[in-house]
């Protein structure tokens, strides 16, 4: 034999050897099930944060402006907050009834359209309000919380 062929035949042997070789640890690292520790579940899930009532929430945000959702003994207000003179203050107020009413038809809606940072929602008559994506990254959770906020503006 050549030592060409010798040396063919050692890197033959040594990468069918590291094949096996890592054929076995990946059974082990990785087809082998998961142990779970032996910790005992807790009996009821609570999330005392979850049993607060909401009612105040920030919905945009700019570095010059806010805007936030309050529910009030009116009902349910909005207001904008602004740094520049003469801008932002009381938007508008939907009253106990109209947020009754708007929870009971759900002429409530979420848009998060094709902007990056911001969507717009719907409240009944009031159409396409600024919303903050980074705020609410998902529309179904501010979907949830101007439900909430309807509920709580309507009791």
Same mark, same amino acid.
């Given at each position: 034999? *050549?030592?060409?062929?010798?040396?063919? *035949?050692?890197?033959?042997?040594?990468?069918?050897?590291?094949?096996? *070789?890592?054929?076995?640890?990946?059974?082990?690292?990785?087809?082998?099930?998961?142990?779970?520790?032996?910790?005992?579940?807790?009996?009821?899930?609570?999330?005392?944060?979850?049993?607060?009532?909401?009612?105040?929430?920030? *919905?945009?945000?700019?570095?010059?402006?806010?805007?936030?959702?309050?529910?009030?003994?009116?009902?349910?207000?909005?207001?904008?907050?602004?740094?520049?003179?003469?801008?932002?203050?009381?938007?508008?107020?939907?009253?106990?009834?109209?947020?009754?009413?708007?929870?009971?038809?759900?002429?409530? +809606?979420?848009?998060?359209?094709?902007?990056?940072?911001?969507?717009?929602?719907?409240?009944?008559?009031?159409?396409?309000?600024?919303?903050?994506?980074?705020?609410?990254?998902?529309?179904?959770?501010? +979907?949830?919380?101007?439900?909430?906020?309807?509920?709580?503006?309507?009791?």
């Amino acid at each position: 034999m *050549v030592f060409t062929e010798y040396v063919q *035949v050692i890197t033959q042997i040594v990468t069918a050897v590291t094949a096996v *070789v890592m054929a076995v640890l990946a059974y082990f690292a990785y087809f082998q099930p998961a142990e779970q520790s032996q910790e005992l579940e807790p009996v009821e899930a609570n999330d005392d944060s979850a049993s607060e009532e909401l009612k105040e929430i920030l *919905v945009f945000k700019t570095s010059k402006q806010e805007t936030w959702l309050s529910v009030l003994p009116q009902g349910l207000h909005c207001r904008i907050k602004d740094e520049r003179p003469n801008k932002g203050g009381p938007q508008w107020t939907l009253s106990k009834t109209q947020a009754k009413e708007i929870l009971s038809s759900g002429i409530f +809606h979420i848009n998060p359209g094709y902007k990056v940072k911001t969507g717009a929602f719907t409240i009944g008559p009031r159409r396409n309000w600024l919303y903050t994506k980074s705020l609410f990254p998902e529309p179904e959770y501010l +979907h949830g919380v101007l439900k909430q906020l309807l509920e709580n503006s309507s009791s």
